[in-house]
Nanobody, 127 residues
Framework: QVQLVESGGGLVQAGDSLRLSCAVSGVTFSRYGLGWFRQAPGKEREFVAAISRSGRDSDYAHSVKGRFTISRDNDKKSVYLQMSSLRPEDTAVYSC????????????????????WGQGTQVTVSS
């Protein structure tokens, strides 16, 4: 059974930092590209960041570039999202996703291409 379990969400103030974690089980972790997406109330899910199988390459949405950092630990089968300089507009449910790929490039921004999803963790940033 494949499971992706996010943790680390919470309520913070603008300017604060937060680190999200996503533990993955039930797959050969190193064969999957990984992504973080978010969905705010009343809005569509949007791409946040993605990372390649090796962790060497990453991709970011323009709105978070320079503030968020995606990383992965293949030994721990986990992917992380370090978020800094948080803004109220970052408030959303954040979900991690995994996509099986043979490519050594960051996982796609297209959420329909992902194979597995976590349930999400709420991040709320107050002004």
């Amino acid at each position: 059974q494949v499971q992706l379990v996010e943790s680390g969400g919470g309520l913070v103030q603008a300017g604060d930092s937060l680190r999200l974690s996503c533990a993955v089980s039930g797959v050969t972790f190193s064969r999957y590209g990984l992504g973080w997406f978010r969905q705010a109330p009343g809005k569509e899910r949007e791409f946040v960041a993605a990372i390649s199988r090796s962790g060497r390459d990453s991709d970011y949405a323009h709105s978070v570039k320079g503030r968020f950092t995606i990383s992965r630990d293949n030994d721990k089968k986990s992917v992380y999202l370090q978020m800094s300089s948080l803004r109220p507009e970052d408030t959303a449910v954040y979900s991690c996703a995994a996509r099986h790929t043979i490519l050594s490039v960051p996982a796609t921004r297209d959420d329909s291409a992902y194979d597995y999803w976590g349930q999400g963790t709420q991040v709320t940033v107050s002004s």
